[in-house]
Structure formats: C-alpha cells, structure tokens
C-alpha cells in the first residue's frame, strides 16, 4: 500500500469514528439545529463539521457603541445570546520549524507544566471559549474554539505580543493561523508526524496526548470542542504508526543528533566515535532518549550535568549496562575540558555555553570539541564558533538551515518513503 494512501485512511478512518463533530451544537430558545451532514464528503464529515460558516457573521444594534471602561466596544444582549447560540470554530495560531526563526520560537517556549496556565491566561477575556497549547523545542501552537473568530484571533495575537515582546509585524512573518478542517488537519498530520523535522518521530504524540490529558485536567481549557479533537488526533497517530512504515528508522531529534554526530566524528575529532569522551548537559527526556541511541551502538560511559542528583540516579537505574558519571553543574567546565562531544539538551532560558564562557574557562583553543544543541530554548550561543582555530564547532539547532542537518533528514525522509512505497 503506498504511504500516502495509507496515512490518508488511517486519519479519515480514526477521525470519522466518532459521532460528535469538533463543534458545539448550536442551541436557541426555539429550536436546535444542525448542519446538514450531506453537504459534505462521507469520509471528511468530521473535519468539516467544524466549518460554520455564521460563526462569522455580525450582529447590528443600536447600541452597538456602547464601550466598556477599557474601550473595547461591549456586546449587546442581542449580540450575546446570539453568539451562545452557535456553535465553536476551531482554530490554530503557532509557529513552527518550518516558518518560524529560532529566535522567535524560544521567546514564545512554555513548559509543559505553564500550558494549563497560559490556556487560562488566553480564555480569561472571553473572546475564546477554549484552548490548548502544545509548546515543543521544534514548534509552539495554540488551539482554541470561539464563536468569534475575529476576536478570538485579536485575542491570541494579543497573548503572543505580551509574552515574546515582538511586534505584531515579526510575529505575523513567523506564524501561521489555520481554521476548521484546516486545522483540524493540521493537527492530525502533527499528531501522524507529517509534520516533524523528522518525519515520523515518535515524541510528538506522547506530546500532543499530552496537550490532550493537559486540557481534561481540572484547571485545563479545552472544554468538549477540544477535548474531543485532541483525543482524536492521539487515536490517528497510533493508527499511522501501526498501520504505516513512518516510524521506521531514526523517529527523534535524539536519534538524529546520535546518528550525526557519530557522523561528523571522524572529518572534526579525527578519532572514532567509539572512542569519543561523552558528556549531556541536562536530565530530562532528550536526554533519556540520547543515551538510549548511544547505548545501542556500544558506548557505555557518559557523564552527565545536572543541577540536581534525583533525575541522573534515575537514568543510572534505568541504563545499568552505561557506566554514568553524575556532575553537578558546578563541575561543568571541569567536564567540558575533558569531553570530545558535548550534548546540550536543558530547560534554561540562558545560554548554558557561549563565546564569552568558553574563553572565561580556558576552552579557546588547542583541541578540538564539538558542541551539539537539541534545546529549545538554545543552550549554546552561536558565537560560540568564533573561539579558536582549534574548535571544531557544531549546532544543532532543530533547524533546517544547518546544511549537514538538511542533507541528513533529506536522506532519511527519502529512505522511508522508499521503503513504503514498496510495501
């Protein structure tokens, strides 16, 4: 079966399974109506419940110039039950690898335990009913529901000027804004792992599950709109993965900065991979997935940094096999000054490695090292290459314009649709 016409079913089959539409029914005094299924395809029926056409209509008054205190123009009662009687459109405004700078992207970053937060942040107005965020180190999107798109999209747009601090018109150069099936499509081709710079990678839809999980919580946004959407797409990436040959090869940023390292190795270090002295900056899950890769091809020492000892002692019990060295982030440079290869994967807002602290701590020059970012936020600053002639520098930023990168996931890409296309 070849690979688009599978993933094709397996998303429409998944998304056409259930018999709610990602839409609020829309409820009057008088009488509830519903939009005629037969106007749409059989096999998108679903997606394309969430277009309402009226949801974009205004209502006249003669009172329509009434303003609040803030001068904002304050909706009649007419105007009021008039939008609770339709239903709720399903947008998404996000930024992501493929559109947005990387600059841009770490200024609007939230961590996952802010997303419930941030949700109630963009709802607290009341021009958006519901909403989700699915903040990742290759994208940052926004899903919500209004009867209002107009506001609803005012609103958000709002929210991303406060929080990153860019005017309106960087923000519109780096972000892209989808409705109805579009988005819902969207997110069933994220949810797939269409959408990642590696086309297939598994992380995204333990992520988008739990942007899922996040929005059912108590203090969650995605009210039955949301919810509904959200828990569909997780069920469509699991029958695309099961159903299809996506996954197989390198399904992670991890993998990808193994694989191309282990790569560059020889042509910068001039010394095998194997014999590379390891180190991670951070703990977390990028770094679970880094050993993972590293043990699978025979290396069993690496040290780790951290701030703390609970998360490295953990990754020492589940990698019995690796022989983890644990160094607190005082140690840092200690650890850098003896490394070959130095992954970087925290949480930080700040540079962790930089031009100005390689030369503090006598890293500039007489050795090669190579430094490979997968944070977003970036770990490392880009000057970082300018430090000595001796400095075989390297960043993987997630993005595509890194040339060894490119050609990489070019290849990888090439090699999986080969490979489906021969099933």
Known sequence: MKYSTALLAAITATATSGTCAFQSAAI??????TTPPSIYPTNTALLAATLNDSSTQQVSSPTAA??????????TKAERLELASKGLQVHVIGLSIHHAQVEVREKLAIPESEWNDQSALITST???EEAAILSTCNRFEIYFAASDPHEANARVME???????????????NIFMLEGDDAVWHLMRVAGGLDSLVVGEGQILSQVRQCHLHSIEEDGCGGKVLSRLLNNAVAAGKRVRSETAISKGSVSISSAAVELSEHMCMKDLNLPFSEARLAVVGAGTMTRLLITHLASRGLERIAIVNRSMPRPMELQEQFPDVDIEIVLEDGLWDVVGRSDIVYTATSSPDYVIDKALLEEHGQDGGRPLMLVDIAVPRNIGSDSGEVGVFLS???LFCMLDCVHLTFYYSFTISARWSQSLQR
């Open 28 to 33: 009057t005094s008088s009488k509830r109506t």
């Open 66 to 75: 009434a303003t609040t205190t803030g001068g904002k123009r304050k909706k």
């Open 126 to 128: 009341g021009q958006v």
């Open 159 to 173: 929210f991303l000027q406060e929080r990153s601090g860019l005017p309106v018109s960087v923000l519109r150069r």
């Open 393 to 395: 520098f390297f960043l």
